[in-house]
């Protein structure tokens, strides 16, 4: 019987899909040379005055629609005071005590439960710059590139009680924001980023035990490593008496473990006060009003919605609404009139293969929906066998080829003419005497010995119904 209670709350920290950055015309491109996207705004000279981008405005507060948060109708910035490197200002321009956003809630299922996580708050803020360590030069350096881009932080409640929790509050998330089209999600560019609050508490125990945050976490699997990690070292301190201390830990993947970086911050270390270089942000009904009327299907409406309409499980819409261009894909092989089943079937078993060894998302991919609509429709018009088919497919997605024409082109159509296939059936019978006299004698699990020369004989283009059928009517 589990001792300890996991308390887990979580702060994501969403870069938004803006051209130029929050408070300057700089372009917020990633992979250009270090300080190359730098002005005196965003690179924190003295006398500079920043000019808020209303697109980010927009943005965060679609976020906050989208996951049942109040939007303020008037919010504030705030000036978040500490030194680093990488922040040229010596404070970094975020929001606090009046938020953007508050209160709204995301909804998760894990081994089959539903549960809703609560999130506290949404706010608008930059991004500090990144400190390079050069080991070859023994020295470091400072790229302002990313100073200044625009992020929205979400915080949650500490309602999470395991690393699979999570995991999947964050994947819900992540969903959100791609299918609102405001961040990439690319976890591994750092736009999508994450820390989390850990600490344990005797089970039956109302009040939180002291917390360690866990910073430097750059995928999901991460994730869950991390959180599962620090679980167990800060259950080992309390069972041998001592304090988990406040701090922050920086996870390293390599070794698997957390280690020490400072101690914890709370809020009034940040000094923090109202920017008087920023008026308060204003919004009104009719603005709200628009941008909710402008929200998609979200990935929760469109999950049921393909259980309800394609007759999917709820693993499969589950799997296919986690992506937008997913989704989008799926629907537009079900429009082109494959059987959703199906469609379903193959896009996560060969399309998702093909997909992961070329390392690319499926918007950009070759091979169309139409395209994979029509192999799904030979398969099931007997042209060609699924054998066959699974074959073919990997050439068909690197060329985007059209099924139809490259199976004409190929010879690859199904034999299903009863004539050509019963001279086929004979000769393999009167190949393996031994064989028909003991299925005869009741070794029935021969069928597929016959059946496998048949095809062998035919290169795979044999109708395997027509096969059996044929087979019994020889065999006896």
């Known amino acids: 019987m589990a001792r300890y209670e ?7 920290h969403a870069q938004l899909k803006t051209e130029s950055k929050i408070f300057c015309g700089c372009s917020t491109r990633f992979g250009v040379a270090p300080n190359e996207n730098v002005c005196p705004v965003c690179s924190g000279m003295p006398g500079v005055l920043p000019v808020l981008n209303a697109t980010v405005v927009e943005y965060a507060a679609k976020m906050g629609l ?7 109708p008037i ?4 000036r978040k005071n500490y030194f680093y490197p990488d922040l040229p200002k010596g404070y970094q321009t975020s929001q606090f005590e009046q938020p953007i956003c508050e209160h709204g809630h995301v909804d998760i299922v894990v081994d089959g439960t539903a549960k809703r996580i609560g999130i506290t708050r949404i706010h608008m803020e930059e991004d500090a710059g990144k400190n390079i360590h050069s080991a070859a030069d023994n020295a470091s ?14 915080v949650s409640e500490p309602d999470m009680r395991s690393p699979e929790e999570v995991v999947a509050y964050l994947k819900a998330l992540r969903a959100i924001l791609v299918y609102l089209d405001i961040c990439d999600g690319n976890m591994e560019e750092g736009s999508f980023r994450c820390d989390a609050n850990v600490s344990l508490r005797p089970v039956g125990q109302r009040q939180f035990g002291t917390r360690a945050e866990i910073k430097n976490i750059n995928s999901f699997r991460h994730v869950l490593k991390a959180i599962e990690y620090e679980v167990e070292r800060q259950a080992d301190r309390l069972d041998d008496g001592l304090p988990v201390i406040q701090e922050t830990r920086l996870y390293d993947a390599t070794k698997n473990s957390t280690a020490s970086m400072r101690g914890k911050e709370e809020a009034h270390d940040y000094r923090y006060f109202p920017d008087p270089d920023l008026v308060p942000v204003r919004l009104d009904a009719a603005t709200l009003a628009r941008w909710e009327s402008e929200l998609p299907e979200l990935p929760e409406a469109r999950r049921a919605r393909f259980v309800r309409q394609y007759g999917l499980s709820d693993y499969d819409a589950e799997v296919l609404t986690a992506e937008r261009d997913m989704a989008a894909y799926f629907e537009a092989c079900a429009a082109a009139g494959a059987d959703p089943k199906t469609a379903s079937n193959w896009m996560q078993s060969e399309l ?10 499926i918007s950009q991919t070759r091979l169309s929906a139409a395209n994979l609509a029509g192999l799904i429709k030979l398969i099931d018009a007997g042209e060609i066998s699924g054998k066959i088919a699974k074959q073919i497919f990997p050439e068909l997605f690197a060329q985007g080829l059209d099924p139809a024409a490259y199976v004409r082109q190929k010879g690859l159509s199904q034999i299903s003419d009863s004539n050509a296939l019963e001279s086929a059936v004979e000769a393999v019978l009167a190949a393996n005497p031994a064989e028909v006299e003991a299925f005869r004698g009741g070794k029935t699990k021969l069928m597929g010995f016959f059946v496998g020369q048949i095809m062998k004989a035919t290169k795979g283009q044999a109708n395997p119904g027509l096969v059996n059928e044929l087979l019994r009517q020889k065999l006896g």
């Open 75 to 78: 919010s504030v910035f705030a």
């Open 352 to 361: 998702l293969r093909e997909l992961n060894q070329a390392a690319i998302p």
């Open 141 to 154: 350096y400072v790229d302002l590139n990313r100073a200044c881009v625009p992020l929205i932080e979400i």
């Open 66 to 72: 989208a996951t049942g948060c109040t939007v303020n």
């Open 6 to 12: 996991t308390v887990i709350g979580v702060e994501v």
